[in-house]
């Protein structure tokens, strides 16, 4: 199935940053479906939607899911349940496990296995790590706690072999991917070096930073490196 599991960071982060549109463009544009998950839905309506802080932003995403751009996706409960435990009882100190996953974005990881949809897009750096470089998450925790952290290698084993095949992408990636496809073009006119230099550097700057700061796991260097890119090819592309 063509499509990206969406966990509630990447939404959270484009919301905060006024870019929630991107969803729908890139649809148009791509043909690539958008799926949450219930657990998701929960932390980017059913929570907000009761606060006086967050509210705008829950009848915004709502207004994605009521119009089709995102779609709801089922999962098994008890698959979840079990990725769930299986998560936080990687890793231990003292005796107790330590909690290292949430409903949410176990639950958008079990759509991702369940349903062959290969892509997850996840903010949240610790999720990330689980998947990618578990001895890295180890030591970050063991660094934050400032205790001494011990693995459980057959667990850590199992959540690698049963995630393997997902591709992590984060809400950086998406609004690189909607500046290749020249979606941020509406934010440029004839008379913008008349306001500020350098406009596309600037935008670009502008949305990295923007979801780093609304909690995208992306480091300042991985920022340079993607603008540098995303610039680069945008000047091969002019001049071809």
Not at 95 to 102: D, L, Q
Request: hydrophobic share 40%; with cysteine; net charge negative.
């Amino acid at each position: 199935m063509k499509g990206i599991i969406l966990d509630a960071g990447p939404i959270i982060s484009l919301s905060i940053n006024n870019l929630l549109w991107l969803f729908e463009e890139l649809k148009k544009i791509t043909s690539v479906s958008f799926y949450i998950t219930p657990a998701v839905k929960s932390e980017v309506f059913d929570r907000p939607i009761t606060t006086k802080r967050f509210k705008i932003k829950a009848i915004q995403t709502l207004d994605l899911l009521s119009e089709g751009i995102i779609e709801m996706i089922e999962c098994d409960n008890d698959f979840v349940k079990k990725t769930l435990n299986l998560a936080n009882s990687c890793f231990y100190s003292k005796g107790e496990n330590i909690k290292v996953a949430h409903l949410g974005e176990i639950e958008a990881t079990c759509a991702s296995i369940e349903h062959a949809i290969s892509t997850l897009a996840i903010d949240e750096s610790n999720m990330r790590l689980m998947i990618e470089d578990p001895e890295c998450l180890k030591k970050r925790l063991s660094s934050r706690i400032h205790a001494n952290i011990k693995e459980n290698n057959e667990n850590t084993k199992k959540f690698k072999s049963l995630t393997g095949r997902i591709n992590l992408i984060r809400s950086s990636e998406i609004v690189g991917i909607a500046y290749e496809k020249g979606l941020f073009e509406r934010w440029k006119d004839k008379n913008q070096e008349n306001y500020i230099e350098n406009i596309d550097e600037n935008i670009l700057d502008g949305v990295l930073w923007g979801v780093k700061l609304a909690g995208c796991s992306i480091t300042p260097a991985e920022i340079d490196e993607l603008k540098e890119y995303l610039l680069q090819k945008n000047l091969e592309k002019e001049k071809a």
